[in-house]
């Protein structure tokens, strides 16, 4: 069957196909395609066929389940990425006004934090730079931020710290000229993270609907704008993990449109869409 999009279609995506990819990357990745998301997927897909100079969905789609490389292209293609530097910016602020002064009086100088689904890394550097420019003087702490997707084409992107211009555009003069090299000669127009922000930080593939790989007891995880594509049974299953590696008193921080409300018993609201954990 095909529907009126499919007749301006460069290729034709039949209801079959799109339930094919649907249904492929929720088992894998847990993310849903409501069907109006049909576009989405054929406009996201579309670029591969052309790369592999393949003129069908029907042998695409064949070459998928031979090709493991093509399953991890498939992957990426089929994630949505969007991030920013200092997204939510009170979230932040929670780590310098809360966090951290808790743990220097604790005098436990050790922080452990994770970024998961952390895209193209602005939300791990953004902690970084939290860190480092906090009043809390943390020099000498055991200090890791582990960041992780499971888009091997962001996190390449993530760990080169690279980015073009536009990405800093809103943030303060101030805060660029201490975080950022400028690129000059061929790297004109994009900067790069300090080294002292990278070494802080460990970026790592991780799928969320796989094994966790974490050595907890963390002080906070972000889950940001990720578990809003994956239906009510996965996000509690990973609420329940996430409340595992959490220290007691932990922190969790979600993305402005997630409410925990149906799974929250192991958190309880502290901020907006900052959760802690209750009980052991
Ligand atoms: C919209 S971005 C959010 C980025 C960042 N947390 C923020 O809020 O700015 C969602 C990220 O979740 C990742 N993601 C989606 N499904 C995932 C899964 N099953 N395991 C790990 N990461 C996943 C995507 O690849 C994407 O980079």
């Not at 849903?32 to 997927?41: E, G, I, R, S, Y």
């Not at 996965?234 to 590696?245: F, R």
Request: charged share 25%; hydrophobic share 40%; with cysteine.
């Amino acid at each position: 069957m095909t529907d009126s999009s499919d007749r301006e279609r460069e290729f034709t995506f039949t209801r079959q196909h799109f339930v094919k990819v649907r249904d492929e990357l929720y088992d894998y990745a847990g993310i849903v395609l409501a069907d109006h998301k049909q576009d989405m997927a054929y406009n996201r897909l579309v670029r591969r066929l052309r790369e592999l100079k393949i003129d069908n969905f029907d042998e695409y789609l064949r070459y998928l389940d031979g090709h493991p490389a093509e399953f991890t292209q498939f992957i990426n293609a089929l994630t949505t990425n969007l991030t920013a530097f200092f997204r939510e910016r009170h979230h932040f602020d929670f780590i310098k006004d809360q966090i951290l002064p808790d743990l220097d009086k604790q005098g436990t100088r050790r922080l452990r934090g994770w970024s998961a689904g952390c895209s193209l890394g602005e939300e791990p550097y953004s902690m970084a730079m939290t860190i480092l420019d906090a009043d809390t003087d943390v020099s000498g702490w055991d200090i890791k931020i582990l960041a992780t997707d499971i888009d091997s084409k962001v996190l390449g992107s993530a760990q080169s710290g690279i980015y073009t211009m536009d990405r800093i555009k809103t943030l303060p003069t101030a805060l660029v000229h201490r975080w950022f090299l400028k690129g000059k000669g061929s790297n004109t127009g994009s900067v790069k993270v300090r080294k002292e922000l990278q070494n802080m930080i460990s970026f790592n593939y991780l799928n969320l609907m796989q094994d966790w790989p974490i050595q907890g007891p963390l002080d906070y995880i972000f889950c940001r704008n990720v578990m809003i594509y994956f239906d009510q049974a996965t996000q509690a299953k990973l609420l329940d993990k996430m409340a595992d590696l959490l220290k007691p008193d932990g922190y969790l921080f979600v993305g402005h449109s997630e409410a925990l409300a149906r799974h929250a018993s192991r958190f309880e609201l502290v901020g907006k869409t900052i959760y802690r954990k209750v009980g052991a």
